[in-house]
């Protein structure tokens, strides 16, 4: 059973989560049992569930994190529309990194010099409404030393 202390800090992590314009809240529900915060409900891509469990986390008082977060769209989008989207952002940040999309699931391939450079295809894919999952299988380029490349999954 939630206490006074446990429904203060359920309604700073709400107040967190609605000064961010990355996260509507308007679907997110928090609750907070003994400094445990559980966030649940639905967000329209993986950059704002990403951002609400980094904002919830980061609330003084939260001990740990419960995600029941998920991806939902008001409409249906299909598979392909999706992939049409990811490649676009992808191919905005690196026309290197291919997407393919299976029940709403990006698959980025490619070959790229730097982690660094996968990270903000990444961060575009992630903003595409739908996208409810990321896998990467992207290699990375051996340095000009001839040191091996770094293969990040």
Do not use: C, Y
Request: proline share 7%; no cysteine.
């Amino acid at each position: 059973m939630a206490n006074s202390s446990d429904s203060r800090l359920a309604q700073e992590v709400e107040r967190a989560l609605a000064h961010d314009p990355q996260v509507d809240v308007r679907d997110l529900r928090v609750e907070a049992v003994n400094g445990v915060v559980r966030l649940s409900g639905a967000t329209p891509s993986l950059q704002a569930v990403r951002r609400a469990r980094e904002l919830a986390a980061q609330v003084p008082g939260v001990n740990a994190l419960d995600s029941a977060l998920a991806v939902e769209l008001p409409r249906p989008v299909s598979d392909a529309e999706l992939q049409r989207l990811a490649q676009e952002a992808a191919g905005a940040v690196d026309n290197r990194v291919t997407v393919q999309v299976a029940d709403s699931m990006a698959i980025l391939r490619g070959e790229l010099d730097r982690p660094a450079e996968l990270d903000r295809v990444l961060a575009a894919v992630e903003r595409v409404p739908g996208i409810k999952d990321l896998r990467r299988q992207v290699t990375f380029r051996a340095n000009p030393n001839g040191a091996p490349p770094f293969d990040r999954r």
